[in-house]
């Protein structure tokens, strides 16, 4: 089973126009820009500098990583759903290449009602709604990932980085509280163990 899984793998590496090429090739971008920003923090190396490039890293992570799910999964899902949806609501078929539906009017002369079956008939009176669902799929299956990259990934980003700062500055609030706590009490040690002493 493993054989046939490595098999389909490096097959799917060796078709140009597999989605596992940009998959492989952005994991290993997306690796390395990540472990650049987290290496930037380290060069400061104060507390500040470290928790920034912290914060870098995973902000870097979360566009870049998010940006690449958005693309190569949301475009096969939207698809999905346009061929699920609207495909099935004009009863059209969504196998139907558009390479086979954008024909020139020569083209289309050119065949004979002989030549075609009964499917391709069907699919040559109705090419003008083929071209328009066709249309429509491929704005419907990048539009809304390309919005998602553009607008929704850098706000969820910033919103997150707020929360985590917000929790972090609590933190050190709370540390430093204590530790003034610690100090007072030891002062007030010194102090009653002083006035004991007299």
Known sequence: MNISLATKAFSQLNNPSS???FGVKDAADITGRVGMAYHEGYKGKTQESIES?????RERFIDEFGGSIAWLGGVPLFRCIYNKTVFKALKLDPTVHLKKILLNKDNIQAFKETDLDSYGKKILKRASEYKTAHIGKVLFSTVIPCLTIAFALPKL???????ITGKEQQQRALNAQKLN????SKNAEITFSAFNNK
């Open 181 to 184: 706590n610690v100090q007072l």
């Open 53 to 57: 490039g912290k914060h870098e890293a």
């Open 19 to 21: 989605l596992w090429l």
């Open 157 to 163: 980003n910033k919103w997150l980085t707020s929360v």
